[in-house]
């Protein structure tokens, strides 16, 4: 059965920290790893990684995969009170990128 | 970019009433969409994946008789959750696949909040 285990699974900071969440799988067929962010209700898109040791990069944020290890971070930088939310690791094996295997979430608290 | 509608966004109902929900992709034809379930301060499960034109397949541990799934067209898929119970209520949530997108970003619905009183 694949797995996705998230840590932590609670961050407090303050604007201005830097956080790192970190998110290690175990699948059978690995064929990618993706972040989300939901703040209320939809999660959406943050990155999606394939290959091992090429960082992904948008604004504040980025994400490298490390397969030799079976894991990933996501960094965030300077953070804001607009970055509070859960963050979301899945894997997407199989055939189907729609068939995520989500971890438990990370929830970001920012306070100003 | 792709958009996925969901709705209703919220409903209550009460207990043994069932409840459909609906997932619609606006501007691209989805001939697979996945349901999920997401409990408070819990991650997203994968229910079932719903396929246009023939039988959804469901995850282990969740009923299909009790969550009916019909996707009857490129661009529609329902959930209807039969008999609900208040140990329904939960964050629904569905997401389509493009039918030729390689890219990986999947497009949520906005959600649907079910209560069973």
């Known amino acids: 059965e694949d797995k996705v285990v998230q840590s932590p699974l609670s961050l407090v900071v303050h604007e201005g920290d830097t956080v790192t969440l970190n998110c290690s799988y175990e699948v059978t067929n690995f064929r990618s790893l993706l972040w989300y962010k939901q703040e209320k209700k939809a999660p959406t898109f943050l990155f999606m990684l394939?290959?091992?040791?090429i960082e992904k990069k948008s604004g504040r944020l980025s994400s490298i995969l490390d397969k030799k290890e079976l894991s990933s971070i996501l960094n965030i930088t300077a953070t804001q009170t607009g970055d509070s939310a859960i963050y979301l690791c899945?894997?997407?094996?199989?055939?189907?990128?729609?068939?995520?295997?989500f971890g438990q979430g990370t929830i970001l608290t920012v306070h100003p | 970019g792709a958009v996925v509608s969901q709705h209703p966004s919220r409903v209550i109902c009460k207990s043994g009433t069932s409840v459909k929900i609906e997932c619609r992709s606006l501007?691209?034809?989805?001939?697979?969409m996945f349901w999920y379930r997401q409990f408070p301060k819990q991650s997203l499960m994968l229910m079932a994946t719903s396929n246009e034109g023939s039988k959804a397949t469901y995850e282990q541990g969740v009923e299909k008789d009790k969550f009916l799934i019909n996707h009857a067209s490129l661009t529609l898929s329902t959930l209807t959750v039969t008999s609900a119970h208040p140990e329904d209520s939960s964050f629904y949530i569905c997401?389509?696949?493009?039918?030729?997108?390689?890219?990986?970003?999947?497009?949520f619905g906005s959600g649907t909040q079910l209560s069973v009183l």
């Open positions: 501007d691209f034809q989805a001939t697979t």
């Open positions: 899945a894997e997407a094996g199989g055939t189907s990128y729609g068939k995520l295997t």
């Open positions: 997401s389509a696949e493009p039918g030729q997108s390689n890219s990986g970003k999947l497009f």
């Open positions: 394939t290959s091992s040791g």
